[in-house]
């Protein structure tokens, strides 16, 4: 089947505020989607969203599919109940950082954990916007926000890190602005068998307005990001002139090209590698020290959930003699009264 | 002493010890072997919370009851006619529970000074302290009995001394003239995979048995004749046994696969841990991260079109209080089973009580009323899982089971149903329409919605939190705010015309009417029948469904004078019938100590008002 980005736009007015990074996001996810249906045969009936509280978590009224706006936090757990019950099921699931990693945290690493076939795109805008500018667990250390009048005192989530501690399969980055790069993503989160998390860093015009600009701004953003490419070069810059090798275990900039550093030195960028020890440096990487990677940072293959349970339930079925209600009522220890 | 064979209706039998001493496993056995024989059975376990104690104090007792006999076993009994007491602490926990003829069977090798003192004793003499100097107390040196009995066994002193309950259970089974063909059986399976064990068992078990036929102590053992039940085949089964079985039922019924997410909770866990089993049933089970995962995973599952249950306990009913509105607002069926314990908070985990009634009916934000089943006995257990099932997909919303953990750990023979005498199960499931689906278009009977599983081609639509209209788009118009309230509880009321109508037990019409819910059904039956035997003008209204009440509800109750409603908490389901039947008067007898009633104060409660 054949669709267009039009076909999943849903007859409802986006009430995103204007300027607001979660409209490129949704653009992406609509210019995404018909490639992921003509990547893996499936039908537009076949894909739902499902979204917790937050202004992002709007995006399934906006999506032409089933979808599912839930509760502060619980998307994930509504999303893998969803895929248990019918694995056929693509779920696509949309949700900011409070709702992913304060409420929803411990729904979040578990859905991880298990590795249930579900893609998690989490919108990271550093704050708490529809409830009008809190810290979040995103937010900076010192960020000065409604509820940290003095600057927050806690340490923010990387929320990349987080998805390796949940033994996750499945990480990339994108920024609001690299909308093609997006589509690309959430290609690659559909083609892998897991749980794929997206994280997209948003902006949010009103309460948290330029918190990724040190690295989205045009004229700076080819030096203070690095776009990584499975089997591909880790290089950056305007004219890919830098690029990252590893020294004694740690990744470090070089520029082509200077001390003998050649192309060749350059360190190639292994997606598949189960060993998340790279990845972990990749994720970390933070602007003014590294250029921020984007991109699919780790995809690995591992058995997922809902295959498991599918797998056991034909295992016991064969198994077992017991096929029916009546059978069990019948079965182990009975007596009959003459 | 001459030997009499006592001729009895029915006995009380409670074994109790030290929460390591298998006695949930001796009553268990002692039950099932009688249920063979063809008794009637009623168990009530009565155990701690903590799995292991500190050994030999009160605190640490576990008790286990049979009622066993040949006619009106409602309940396990208010006081025993046995008593078995492997400790000093089961002793002083246990005595008050013994008939003044009881005899006490006790493991004299454990009341050392160190056990009588461990158990908080004053005196070094636990029989005269606790005044049972008049009972029969048949003394014998159990643990070294059944170390003898193993002595060339080969078994290590700790495993040998952990089969004194067997022993224990041969003594029983003596003295109630039980045979052990049925518990040989059940050693033979237990132990298929450690063969080695099967042999010391029976012989402990034996020699048990023996030894109670030679010692001299014992004067009278009882026989218990078979009852005369309906024909058919029997089988035992707990409260949450028939629960996860119900549910199983409606399943097949409604073609519709079953999906459990739960988190474990005493006492509910074995509901999920039974559904766990049957995977070759269609059964999913998911052991979620926490409570809240447990239904909202199952909310999942039923968006997507299985029967979506979760299974819980009181403090695990207030975390899933926020995505239960969702699932009303959502219009989704899921049923909610709540085995309610002790509250509030963590309060009594393991003891029994009928106090989540008042969340069950009100905690949630908004308005947001849900359907509510009472389970009455540990094998009604299955007809109420299998009918909230039903109700929850017809009707499309949630529906709460309540059951108690005397129901769900109780157990009673059952006769086993056949699955072609429960009504099919059709929920609205939808597969195409004309036009543009609306996913909040109503059947004008039910008012329940359609129910679109995604995949369907042509059906995709929203559903959330948020309030709706009819075709589902967000909406925050005042009236249409006020009309999907209105329609949603609507859809609840309307419940009570699929619902049989409320039966009474005794006089249609007099004096007192005793009004039930739930898991005290035994009981009040009991007190009911044995004061229609005296002549005195008492019947019994107990409920199965509290929301909504049968449609005659208030016509039943304006048949009687006087009426006491009767339940394990301070008056939750009177407070509900005030409010929806303000024209009566309601009289209330409340206990709430963890423990069910005792038939005798139901009894004395309805004496004093009649």
Known sequence: MTYTAQDFKSNQEVRWCPGCGDHA??????????????????????????????????????????????????????????????????????????????????????????NIDINIILFNNQIYGLTKGQYSPTSKLGQITKTSPYGTVENPFTPGSLVLGARGTFFARGLDVEM???????????????????????????????????????????????????????????????????????????????????????????????????????????????????????????????????????????????TCMDELLHSGATWTVE | ??????????????????????????????????????????????????????????????????HIGSDGVNTPGDFCDVLVAMNPAALRANAKWAKPTASIIIDTDSFDEALIKRAGYKTDDPISELGLEDRNIICSPITTLTKESLS?????????????????????????????????????????????????????????????????????????????LEKGVYRNINGNQATAWGLIAASEKSGRPLFCGSYPITPATAILEELAIHKNLNVKTLQAEDEIAGICTAIGAAYAGDLAVTTTSGPGLSLKSEALGLAMITELPLVVVDVQRSGPSTGIPTKTEQTDLAQALYGRNGECPVAIVAAHSPSHCFDAAFYAAKYAMEHMMPVILLSEGFLGNG???????????????????????????????????TFARKWAFPGTPGLEHRVGGLEKNTAGVISSDPENHAKMVWERAEKVRRLA???PLQQVYGNQEGEVLVVGWGGTFGHLYTAVRSLREEGKDVSLCHFDFINPLPKN?????????????CELNCGQFADYLRARLPQFTYLQYNKVQGQPFIVKEIVDAVNEIL
């Open chain 2, 553 to 565: 509800t208030a016509e039943v109750f304006s048949r009687f004078r006087k009426i006491i409603v």
């Open chain 2, 152 to 228: 060339d066994s080969g078994m290590d002193a700790k495993s040998i001394v952990r089969c004194k309950n067997m022993f224990t259970l041969g003594m029983c089974f003596y003295l109630f003239n039980r045979p052990l063909e049925y518990t040989y059986a059940y050693l033979e399976k237990k132990f298929r995979k450690k063969p080695q064990l099967i042999e010391p068992n029976r012989k402990v078990l034996f020699d048990g048995f023996n030894y109670a036929a030679n010692i001299q102590a014992i004067a009278n053992t009882y026989e218990v004749k078979p009852a005369k």
């Open chain 1, 25 to 114: 996001v949704l653009a992406a996810i609509q210019r995404a989607l018909p490639l992921v249906c003509e990547d893996r045969g499936w039908h537009k009936d076949n894909i739902m969203f499902v979204s917790g509280i937050g202004c992002s978590s709007r995006l399934p009224y906006y999506m032409n599919t089933y979808g599912f706006h839930s509760i502060h936090g619980r998307a994930t757990a509504i999303s893998t109940g969803i895929k248990v019950a019918n694995p056929n099921i693509s779920v696509w699931q949309a949700c900011g950082d409070g709702d992913a990693l304060a409420i929803g945290g411990n729904h979040f690493i578990h859905a991880i954990r298990r």
């Open chain 1, 180 to 322: 093609g790069l997006n589509t690309e993503i959430f290609r690659a989160a559909a083609a892998h068998d897991g749980c794929s998390v997206c994280e997209m860093l948003t902006n949010c015009v009103i309460f948290n307005d330029g918190a990724h600009k040190d690295i989205t701004d045009r004229e700076i953003r080819a030096d203070r990001t690095i776009t990584l490419h499975h089997g591909q070069p880790m290089v950056f810059g305007k004219d890919k002139e830098k690029g990252l090798i590893l020294v004694h275990g740690k990744l470090k900039i070089v520029k082509i090209g200077e001390n003998g550093i050649t192309m060749s030195d350059i360190l190639v960028h292994d997606a598949h590698s189960a060993d998340p020890a790279i990845h972990n440096q990749l994720i970390n990487m933070k602007y003014p020290d590294f250029p921020v990677a984007i991109g699919v940072i780790r995809d690995i293959s591992e058995p997922t959930y809902d295959d498991r349970v599918r797998d056991q339930l034909e295992d016991v079925k064969k198994a077992s003699k017991i």
């Open chain 2, 1 to 66: 002493m001459p030997h009499t064979v006592v001729d009895t209706k029915d006995v009380v039998i409670r074994f109790c010890g030290d929460s390591g001493d298998g006695m949930q496993l001796t009553g268990t056995l002692f039950a099932d072997a009688s249920a063979l024989y063809g008794n009637q059975i009623s168990t009530f376990p009565d155990y701690p919370a903590e799995i292991r104690a500190p050994h030999g104090t009160v605190s640490g007792v576990s008790g286990f009851q049979v």
């Open chain 2, 497 to 499: 015309n699929y619902l």
């Open chain 2, 411 to 445: 157990s009673e023979p059952w006769k086993i149903p056949s699955m072609k005498d429960y009504p099919a199960i059709n929920p609205p499931v939808i597969t195409k329409c004309e036009g543009a689906f609306q996913p909040f278009a109503r059947d004008p009977e």
